[in-house]
């Protein structure tokens, strides 16, 4: 279960704190499935980014099965706006990124690696760079890179908007069944 009680986040612009989460609330229970939405700049990526433990700088409660958020303790899963790839990695390297993080380079599931290859159809690629790659393939390997951790919480993060409309139902298909 996550838990937010109080949450109150700031960031620092030109020495100025600006508010950005302002006394949000939540729970999710275990299972559920949770959309955010709101406009631009309403605190909807940071808020993700407080779940996965990227921002500690906060005020208020986060929780996720009674214990303070910690990704050393839990396997989330990120999949950010901008995609997060390492422009210096190929693509196989950002797709084991995390889980070579995680479990060490030798228990990678290489089956599981090898199925998400062949469902998100970019087998082909994994050799490339991220800046060869299209908008709605970088997309695609920042999804493979967070499933392939099997994320305990998988956070998403506008994670359909740059895929064509036949992946996009692909790729919402295969995250139902997972």
């Known amino acids: 279960m996550i838990k937010i009680n109080d949450l109150n986040v700031w960031y620092e612009n030109k020495g100025k704190n600006v508010k950005v989460i302002e006394n949000i609330n939540l729970t999710v229970e275990k299972g559920e499935i949770c959309a955010i939405i709101g406009p631009s700049g309403a605190g909807k990526s940071t808020l993700l980014k407080v779940l996965a433990g990227i921002i ?28 997060g790839l ?9 797709i084991l990124l995390s889980a070579k993080i995680k479990d060490g380079k030798v228990n990678i599931d290489m089956d599981f690696y090898e199925k998400l290859l ?10 490339r760079y991220p ?24 956070l998403m ?6 895929l064509d409309a036949m992946t996009r139902e692909d790729v919402q298909k295969m995250f139902l069944e997972a």
């Open 131 to 154: 800046n060869q790659l299209s908008r709605g393939q970088m997309q695609r390997v920042a999804i493979a890179r967070a499933l392939l951790l099997k994320p305990n919480l998988l």
């Open 118 to 127: 062949n469902e998100l159809k970019f087998k082909e690629f994994i050799k």
């Open 157 to 162: 993060d506008e994670s359909f908007s740059a």
């Open 86 to 94: 390492v422009k210096w990695k190929t693509v196989e390297q950002n």
């Open 56 to 83: 500690v700088d906060y005020s208020g409660q986060v929780s996720i099965d009674g214990l303070a958020v910690n990704p050393k303790i839990y396997r989330i899963g990120l999949i950010p706006q901008n995609y």
